[in-house]
């Protein structure tokens, strides 16, 4: 499938793939633009902007924005990361122009109407309540502070209720003018529909954007310690969180990360946590390591819960499969199978279509490059155990694990 990128005067771009096989586009913009770009009087100002986006546009007010693709049976929807905002869409391939317009119109002609923040304000404190009663939420949050500790990666997406509490209609146009960069925006789409289809809802409006470049940097993060914290919450079982500040997306080795997390705790039942402390002694419903990358930095951590009788026999068995990896070099026949295994996984993943849409916009935001998947699977396939043993040896080090653990009150 021929994938076509076209960037415009104003620096935006424009990546495209046509997929016959289907009756629906998925299309979106991504920015880079984050909760670790905010001032930290401003924490969660991001995450509000993503909701506001949806109340009221210079010509259309939250029920026009709202039914303007749920009556045709299309799917509008946003986030929030430490390093994006998206705004995309999923619908009939008929109705593409009535999304890619609707998209357009949310992302850069929002007025942030006053009376609508003063709702808004309501519903995301509501959020962060209904988030702070999902402690297995909560924990992987609070061990990000831990981790990048006085740093704006460190902070809640959500913000604080003091924060939430007073942004007001300026905060958000100042926020937009000075992190806004149309070099760091992409307008993507995946879909049944052709590269001049796609073109021709979309580069007019985009076109007449003004240049933007800002002279804002993103600070970036070093000074890392190691802590530990253990706190009484009212929990049935004991959660832990154990993270370290790990490969940035530029890096060579985060692929072989990567590849590393998986065989420790991805996603599959046969990683070897899962099969551990869950499969071998039934000490956890559930158990998984993740990897995640960041501009200039990265992100490792494991997250569990289980009965407090066992916290102890379960951090020994953590610390004790980690050790391996560390000590031993895995066999060709155990590489070659994780090698196929997260292969696999990537394969079926491109088959999600709405979240290849999306992927292809981060990439040409943080590489300025769209890899074919061979080229990635190649990457995987060359790495060695040697590799591996030596990323074990770095990122498991026990002296550069960070620790959270609720316990019951």
């Not at 104003?10 to 299309?27: F, K, L, M, P, S």
């Not at 008929?94 to 850069?108: C, G, M, P, R, V």
Request: one cysteine or more.
């Amino acid at each position: 499938m021929q994938l076509n990128i076209k960037e415009l005067s104003n620096g935006i771009r424009i990546v495209h793939q046509q997929v016959t096989h289907t009756r629906v586009v998925h299309c979106g913009f991504i920015l880079n633009i984050g909760s670790r770009d905010e001032d930290k009087e401003l924490e969660g100002l991001a995450h509000f902007w993503e909701h506001m986006a949806f109340k009221g546009t210079h010509k259309r007010k939250t029920f026009h924005i709202l039914n303007r693709l749920e009556s045709l049976g299309g799917e509008l929807n946003a986030y929030t990361t430490k390093e994006k905002v998206c705004f995309y869409a999923s619908i009939l391939k008929d109705h593409y122009d009535k999304a890619a317009e609707l998209l357009f119109d949310i992302t850069f002609n929002s007025t942030f109407p006053t009376k609508q923040i003063e709702k808004e304000r309501q519903v995301i404190l509501e959020e962060m309540a209904m988030y702070r009663d999902s402690p297995d939420d909560s924990i992987q949050d609070e061990l990000d502070e831990l981790v990048f500790e006085n740093h704006a990666l460190g902070r809640n997406i959500l913000g604080t209720e003091e924060t939430v509490s007073r942004f007001t209609q300026e905060d958000f146009f100042d926020f937009i003018s000075t992190r806004l960069d149309t070099r760091e925006v992409v307008f993507s789409v995946v879909g049944n529909i052709t590269f001049e289809k796609a073109l021709k809802a979309i580069e007019g409006p985009l076109s007449q954007i003004q240049p933007k470049h800002t002279l804002y940097v993103r600070s970036g993060f070093h000074d890392y310690k190691p802590k530990r914290k253990t706190v009484q919450r009212d929990v049935t079982q004991s959660l832990c969180a154990i993270g370290r500040p790990a490969y940035s997306l530029h890096d060579k080795n985060r692929f072989k990360l990567f590849l590393l997390n998986n065989i420790l705790g991805g996603p599959s039942m046969n990683s070897k946590l899962n099969l551990s402390l869950r499969e071998n002694y039934g000490y956890v419903y559930s158990i998984e390591s993740s990897y995640q990358t960041f501009s200039d930095t990265g992100f490792f951590g494991i997250y569990f819960g289980t009965e407090e009788k066992t916290l102890k026999k379960s951090l020994t068995i953590v610390h004790r499969e980690m050790e391996k990896l560390r000590n031993k070099k895995l066999g060709s026949i155990q590489l070659h199978m994780a090698k196929e295994q997260a292969i696999g996984q990537m394969a079926m993943a491109e088959e999600n279509y709405a979240a290849l849409m999306l992927v292809y916009g981060k990439s040409l935001i943080d590489h300025n490059k769209i890899d074919p998947l061979d080229k990635i699977f190649d990457k995987i396939r060359s790495t060695t155990a040697e590799e591996i043993q030596e990323i074990a040896q770095e990122i498991f080090n026990p002296e550069q694990l960070s620790y959270l653990i609720y316990t019951p009150n």
